[in-house]
């Protein structure tokens, strides 16, 4: 499985992006999609999983009701609407998948094998 994230840039304080991450290869084989970022000096962070067919999608705290995720299985894609964007949004985006099985509470990194390279976002005050 292959992913390539995309849709990054500059935006200011309460203004909007839309991420998008394109999957190639094996995607039959995905149980579970996810968002995670990094901000400078801090640990990569999850911050939305959704699970195959898109009925279910769990959000961290700090982006639940600004966040929205959705899929696309025919493409297939996974996509990132982020609205009411703080500076503190601000980190590498990171779109990460799962194939073995998908749970709410797969929240961090290492339950994920593949992931795309990640795309900035810079949110200015």
Known sequence: VQLQASGGGLVQAGGSLRLSCAASGRTSNIAGMAWFRQAPGKEREFVVIISRIGTFSYYANSVKGRFTISRDNAKPAVYLQMDSLEPEDTAVYY???????????????????????????TVSS
């Open 95 to 121: 779109c990460a998948a799962r194939a073995e099985d998908f749970s709410h509470t797969y929240t961090s990194a290492q339950h994920y094998a593949y992931w795309g390279q990640g795309t900035l976002v």
